[in-house]
């Protein structure tokens, strides 16, 4: 296993600030995190990533939320609304049903804005704050521009959300809007307002606060961090694999950079670090398509279309860091289909877990593995989930059951319950 990125042997470069810097993940350059911004390489436009001088242990960590790892961050205070602390549930139903040894559901989705990405932008709004600019801008699918919207407004800032057409469930589009952000619907997909967005950053007009900018990974990281404490309290252990819904790959390569982190720190040993594993929807899968050719690098799926649409990107940014997070834990990914990712959504459900559909693709892929032999009976596994139910409240309601006309009497009521 390849730990060398978050442990370099080199002396803390000069251009360290506070005992963090800039780093590239492809030729190893190095500079100073705060002088100006940067959101890739200056030499090879490789995509950059946090560094440290020291690596903390959980005995480092008090608080609570996100902030309670403050020493793993880049900065040691947020724009923040309570981000963090989001349960690890116990799900019987689905345990018993997949046959493992231990199962639990990281729901992210009961973050203040419902979903992950406020973990990268409490980190993310206060870097931004640090370099002084006056404009925030990202490209979502939804739950990017909900959070940007919620901590742009916290923190005083204009913030520019660019969204496909047509391609945003009404819950996340409705959060931008009342959080008043200026909202730009692109007549194109994800990708292609990604592409905008970036050039525009490049250009001055705004900050960039995608999962291409570095310093928002490092919130998401705090996912890992969580996860592993809540699991080894509630069940002695860690969990032998992590399983999470794939669209941009920053969690994967955010997880994976704070289990590398521990390993630096001294507190995982590096065959204790968990099996990543990704999912994606069907119709937008090019991550599954470039592990299954052993590919360094992924293939832009120009047409994507799935009902999750959190997850419908076809040219996930963050790949060069979530492929090697797959290969050198000795994981996989694997493609679901809509049906396989609604009804893990009724299953999660009935276990008392309300999800967004792409959430629910992290059990509809660990039961496509598990039927498969990927995943052992002995395994204890973690499923990610990353937004909550009410983002997408026209899939729930097609998820569920429809309701029954009764006439307004009580006597009506009971004819109908027989």
């Not at 901590?151 to 969204?163: K, Q, S």
């Not at 009935?350 to 967004?356: A, K, L, S, T």
Request: charged share 25%.
């Amino acid at each position: 296993m390849d730990l060398t990125l978050a442990n370099p042997t080199a002396a803390t470069p000069d251009c360290a600030d506070d005992g963090a810097w800039l780093a590239c993940i492809d030729c190893g350059w190095t500079g100073p995190p705060f002088e100006e911004i940067r959101y890739r390489c200056p030499d090879c436009d490789g995509l950059l990533e946090v560094r440290y001088d020291d690596h903390p242990t959980f005995d480092d960590f008090s608080g609570r939320g996100v902030w309670r790892y403050a020493d793993a961050l880049p900065v040691d205070h947020g724009v923040s609304i309570d981000e963090g602390d989001t349960p690890l549930y116990e799900v019987p139903t689905i345990e018993d049903e997949v046959g493992v040894a231990a199962l639990r559901v990281k729901h992210e989705g009961m973050n203040p804005t419902g979903s992950f990405k406020d973990r990268g932008m409490t980190v993310g709004v206060r870097v931004a704050e640090k370099l002084g600019v006056d404009r925030l801008a990202c490209a979502s699918t939804g739950n990017t521009s909900a959070a940007l919207a919620c901590y742009g407004a916290r923190a005083g800032t204009p913030v520019l959300v660019l969204l496909p057409a047509g391609k945003v469930a009404a819950g996340k589009v409705a959060q931008a809007s009342l959080h008043g952000a200026h909202i730009l619907e692109v007549d194109g997909n994800f990708d292609d307002c990604l592409d905008v967005v970036a050039d525009l950053a490049d250009r001055g007009e705004a900050y960039l606060l995608n999962s291409l900018n570095p310093f928002r990974l490092e919130g998401q990281k705090t996912i890992g961090l969580e996860m592993l404490e809540q699991f080894r309290e509630g069940t002695g252990s860690l969990p032998d694999r992590v399983v999470l819904p794939v669209g941009n790959a920053g969690n994967t390569s955010a997880l994976f950079k704070a289990f590398r982190e521990l390993v630096a720190a001294g507190e995982l040993a590096p065959d204790e670090v968990p099996t990543m594993t990704g999912v994606q929807a069907e119709g937008a899968a090019p991550m599954v398509e470039a592990v299954a050719e052993g590919r360094e690098t992924v293939r832009r799926w120009d047409d994507v279309e799935t009902r999750a649409t959190a997850i419908r990107i076809g040219n996930p940014v963050n790949a060069p860091k979530a492929l090697p997070a797959i290969r050198e834990t000795g994981g996989t990914a694997v493609a679901v289909s809509d049906e396989e990712i609604t009804d893990a959504q009724r299953a999660l459900a009935r276990d008392g877990v309300g999800v967004e559909p792409a959430s629910a693709a992290s059990v509809a892929g660990l039961r496509k593995l598990r039927e498969q032999g990927v995943v052992g009976s002995d395994e204890r596994v973690v499923c990610l989930t990353t937004g909550h139910l009410l983002k997408d409240p026209d899939a729930a309601a097609a998820a569920g059951v429809e309701p029954d006309p009764v006439p307004a009497d009580t006597e009506g009521v009971l004819d109908h319950l027989g």
